[in-house]
């Protein structure tokens, strides 16, 4: 582990660690890092990467057998747990409402395989959503940050397709936070309706700091021109033409340019684009599908492996916060 990671984990964020299985990958996402955040009983949210989910499950059940169900520890163990997440889910099992050490926490453990996947192609596009915003990364054995460029860029160009050709930096991270929750069942019902406008208030200087790198070089590529007022506050307007559409559609991941319509390619493998409207009804409508079968499954396999009493608890959380919401 390295030692800037080991260093972390003596603060508060990643002290879960200390009494898990190892993992290859570790970080934090969510309210925890809102610089704000006062909420001493809301969960501290982790995603785990592990090279065998069945093993470290196994491992996980004999050192925390209590943060699994009991239905799912005594009928099948490890196997059945791995089974539901994977054939049932989108590859991940969620242990929430652990409590420790006065905490309460969250962990969702995935294949490193799966993680890799869906960060550069976005086939269930899950944990990639989660990766797009700030996280705070305690062990990367895999080089999963370098990986996640990737996913960044995609998403920077998902958001761009969608936005007009001028807007605020600020704007350019809602859209692209708002990504993973195109055509999520929780948000009609169960979510915070001004969830994302809060995710960017509350971490504007962690987005900026994650994508800066992507928006100087499509600033350096002539796709972007960013002028500076106020408070560095920064003003972007983007070239809209059809030879600067092509070139954003192209760091779109492949799963979803072969799905985006009637599309054409040339030799090059190109996407042929009609107009940058079509270009984004196209993008968007493949990834409201995508989200809304990935957050339906994992939501039945989350009810299934958490019992009927969590399950009813957490959904509770969230449609208490829906409401709120809604009233204000």
Same mark, same amino acid.
């Given at each position: 582990?390295?030692? !800037?990671?080991?260093?972390?984990?003596?603060?508060?964020?990643?002290?879960?660690?200390?009494?898990?299985?190892?993992?290859?990958?570790?970080?934090?996402?969510?309210?925890?890092?809102?610089?704000?955040?006062?909420?001493?009983?809301?969960?501290?949210?982790?995603?785990?990467?592990?090279?065998?989910?069945?093993?470290?499950?196994?491992?996980?059940?004999?050192?925390?057998?209590?943060?699994?169900?009991?239905?799912?520890?005594?009928?099948?163990?490890?196997?059945?747990?791995?089974?539901?997440?994977?054939?049932?889910?989108?590859?991940?099992?969620?242990?929430?409402?652990?409590?420790?050490?006065?905490?309460?926490?969250? #962990?969702?453990?995935?294949?490193?395989?799966?993680?890799?996947?869906?960060?550069?192609?976005?086939?269930?596009?899950?944990?990639?959503?989660?990766?797009?915003?700030?996280?705070?990364?305690?062990?990367?054995?895999?080089?999963?940050?370098?990986?996640?460029?990737?996913?960044?860029?995609?998403?920077?160009?998902?958001?761009?397709?969608?936005?007009?050709?001028?807007?605020?930096?600020?704007?350019?991270?809602?859209?692209?936070?708002?990504?993973?929750?195109?055509?999520?069942?929780?948000?009609?019902?169960?979510?915070?309706?001004?969830?994302?406008?809060?995710?960017?208030?509350?971490?504007?200087?962690?987005?900026?700091?994650?994508?800066?790198?992507?928006?100087?070089? #499509?600033?350096?590529?002539?796709?972007?021109?960013?002028? %500076?007022?106020?408070?560095?506050?920064?003003?972007?307007?983007?070239?809209? !033409?059809?030879?600067? %559409?092509?070139?954003?559609?192209?760091?779109?991941?492949?799963?979803?340019?072969?799905?985006?319509?009637? %599309?054409? %390619?040339?030799?090059?493998?190109?996407?042929?684009?009609?107009?940058?409207?079509?270009?984004?009804?196209?993008?968007?409508?493949?990834?409201?599908?995508?989200?809304?079968?990935?957050?339906?499954?994992?939501?039945?396999?989350?009810?299934?492996?958490?019992?009927?009493?969590?399950?009813?608890?957490?959904?509770?959380?969230?449609?208490?916060?829906?409401?709120?919401?809604?009233?204000?």
């Amino acid at each position: 582990m390295p030692l !800037s990671a080991l260093s972390f984990m003596e603060t508060s964020l990643g002290s879960l660690l200390k009494i898990l299985p190892p993992v290859d990958f570790c970080c934090v996402y969510g309210s925890s890092l809102h610089p704000n955040n006062r909420d001493k009983s809301s969960m501290e949210d982790y995603i785990l990467g592990v090279s065998n989910p069945q093993q470290w499950h196994s491992e996980n059940l004999k050192m925390n057998r209590d943060h699994y169900a009991s239905w799912m520890v005594s009928l099948g163990g490890a196997k059945l747990i791995t089974k539901v997440a994977d054939n049932i889910g989108v590859g991940v099992h969620f242990n929430p409402f652990v409590y420790w050490n006065d905490k309460m926490y969250k #962990y969702g453990v995935v294949h490193m395989d799966d993680l890799v996947e869906d960060m550069l192609n976005w086939d269930r596009f899950y944990l990639s959503g989660r990766l797009q915003k700030p996280v705070r990364i305690i062990v990367d054995n895999m080089e999963i940050e370098n990986v996640n460029l990737v996913n960044l860029r995609a998403a920077s160009s998902a958001a761009l397709l969608l936005l007009p050709s001028k807007f605020t930096e600020r704007e350019l991270y809602a859209k692209i936070c708002s990504l993973s929750y195109m055509g999520d069942l929780r948000m009609l019902f169960a979510e915070d309706k001004n969830k994302v406008k809060k995710i960017v208030e509350g971490q504007f200087d962690l987005f900026r700091n994650m994508y800066k790198p992507v928006v100087e070089e #499509y600033a350096t590529k002539q796709l972007l021109r960013l002028s %500076t007022y106020g408070d560095h506050q920064i003003n972007i307007s983007q070239d809209c !033409s059809l030879s600067a %559409t092509s070139s954003i559609v192209s760091s779109l991941p492949e799963s979803v340019r072969s799905q985006m319509g009637k %599309t054409k %390619t040339d030799q090059t493998s190109k996407i042929t684009i009609g107009s940058r409207e079509e270009a984004a009804v196209r993008m968007q409508k493949v990834m409201r599908r995508r989200v809304r079968i990935s957050s339906a499954r994992q939501a039945v396999a989350g009810f299934i492996t958490v019992g009927a009493v969590h399950g009813i608890k957490y959904l509770g959380k969230k449609m208490q916060k829906a409401w709120k919401s809604s009233t204000q």
